[in-house]
């Protein structure tokens, strides 16, 4: 959708990403024990296409059962945000996980990277090794997250269908809106994005920079609970959120992420 509200000639996605710039890729290794019918082995989505394709060799990691990878493209992101890049990779990888978990209606067994482990289940060098990419057609690609799919899986239809729609109000729809809420005004001076300021309610979630080692693991939770947020508040229809990253570091307190949320119009009517 444009700004506007209306179609616009960029594929729908059923997850959102900072700055529209998707960078998420899916593959999937299937195991001897998988219920979908597939050939054991590797598997990639093309996103323009929605259709499976097979890649060459077995599916090493995911023995019995089976594994959704998510990647990332890191040049889609990088060309915009620069340096900001990487917690908006974790960002976008975690909103993805967070749909797995959503559209089977129970939480996952997640491993998370980058990793060696995680690159060998896919049979791909490092992103930095850009020769072995190019000499075979593809973009690097830096594998985040393996969601290991649970016996008897499947998928939850009403929630597929939420994710099938429009979820998110256009940002005149914030513009437009006579808020009263103190911390959507603050929120919108943090995050320099002043459509923020329209949002009837925001939420937001920070972590503590002085805890280095342990600052992937908080941008990792942070940004599933907030993906988890948001795609419960689809079930519900009472409000339309979107997410706010990319904000800049204060002191030791990092606001890392948040959602802008607007009242549904059935809610701003009383109806």
Same mark, same amino acid.
């Given at each position: ?88 990779? #974790? ?50 690609? #830096? ?11 499947? #998928? ?90 990319? #904000? ?24």
């Amino acid at each position: 959708m444009l700004t506007d509200g209306r179609e616009s000639t960029i594929r729908r996605r059923p997850v959102p990403s900072a700055g529209a710039a998707y960078p998420v890729h899916t593959h999937l290794l299937v195991g001897a024990d998988d219920q979908t019918g597939l050939e054991g082995g590797r598997y990639v989505v093309d996103t323009a296409t929605g259709r499976l394709f097979r890649r060459p060799g077995t599916a090493r990691g995911a023995d019995g059962g089976s594994q959704i990878v998510f990647t990332v493209a890191p040049g889609r992101t990088f060309a915009r945000y620069r340096h900001r890049a990487w917690p908006l990779w #974790i960002a976008d990888t975690a909103y993805a996980v967070a749909a797995v978990e959503f559209l089977l209606g129970t939480a996952v067994r997640l491993h998370v990277g980058p990793s060696r482990e995680l690159r060998d289940s896919l049979a791909v060098p490092l992103a930095s090794n850009t020769r072995w990419w190019l000499d075979r057609g593809l973009a690097p690609e #830096i594998p985040l997250a393996a969601v290991e799919l649970p016996a008897g899986w499947r #998928i939850r239809t009403e929630r597929a269908r939420v994710l099938s729609v429009r979820r998110s109000a256009a940002l005149p729809e914030f513009q437009r809106n006579r808020s009263t809420c103190p911390a959507a005004s603050s929120l919108a001076t943090l995050s320099r994005q002043e459509w923020v300021s329209g949002a009837d309610r925001v939420l937001t979630w920070t972590v503590t920079l002085g805890e280095p080692d342990a600052l992937l693991e908080h941008l990792w939770r942070v940004h599933r609970d907030a993906a988890s947020t948001l795609y419960r508040s689809c079930l519900t229809g009472r409000w339309w959120c979107r997410p706010v990253s990319g #904000i800049p570091a204060r002191g030791d307190v990092w606001t890392v992420h948040a959602l802008a949320m607007l009242r549904a119009r059935s809610e701003r009517n009383g109806s």
